[in-house]
């Protein structure tokens, strides 16, 4: 079982940028995957990068690439999404999740959730 719990979303101006972080309970973090996705109002929940268990492979959404940067740190047991040059289409909740094995895009793979954050930008 794992609990996550994420923080450092906010109200930025386009252009801006902000870190959020994904605090996991547990001390098996170090197994899982982890991944961002977000769900902007009316929207499906989309799928903004992901890590591997031991953070030497990452993977992007071609609307963040070059922008967005996902990292871990497993002695602490978090995940983190910094994200750059936000525009107001970034707008959205953003969760984070774990699952066992090697990280893909699907939300459906992911096992764990947390309850997300609001990331805002104003333009």
């Known amino acids: 079982q794992v609990q996550l719990v994420e923080s450092g979303g906010g109200l930025v101006q386009a252009g801006g940028s902000l870190r959020l972080s994904c605090a996991a309970s547990?001390?098996?973090?170090?197994?899982?995957?982890m991944g961002w996705f977000r769900q902007a109002p009316g929207k499906e929940r989309e799928f903004v990068a992901s890590?591997?268990?031991?953070?030497?492979?990452?993977y992007y959404a071609d609307s963040v690439k070059g922008r967005f940067t996902i990292s871990r740190v497993n002695a602490k047991n978090t995940v983190y999404l910094q994200m750059n040059s936000l525009k107001p289409e970034d707008t959205a909740v953003y969760f984070c999740?774990?699952?066992?094995?090697?990280?893909?895009?699907?939300?459906?793979?992911?096992?764990?959730w947390g309850q997300g954050t609001q990331v805002t930008v104003s333009s």
């Open positions: 547990g001390r098996t973090f170090s197994s899982y995957a």
């Open positions: 890590i591997s268990v031991n953070g030497g492979s990452t």
């Open positions: 999740a774990a699952k066992r094995w090697g990280p893909t895009s699907l939300p459906q793979d992911y096992n764990y």
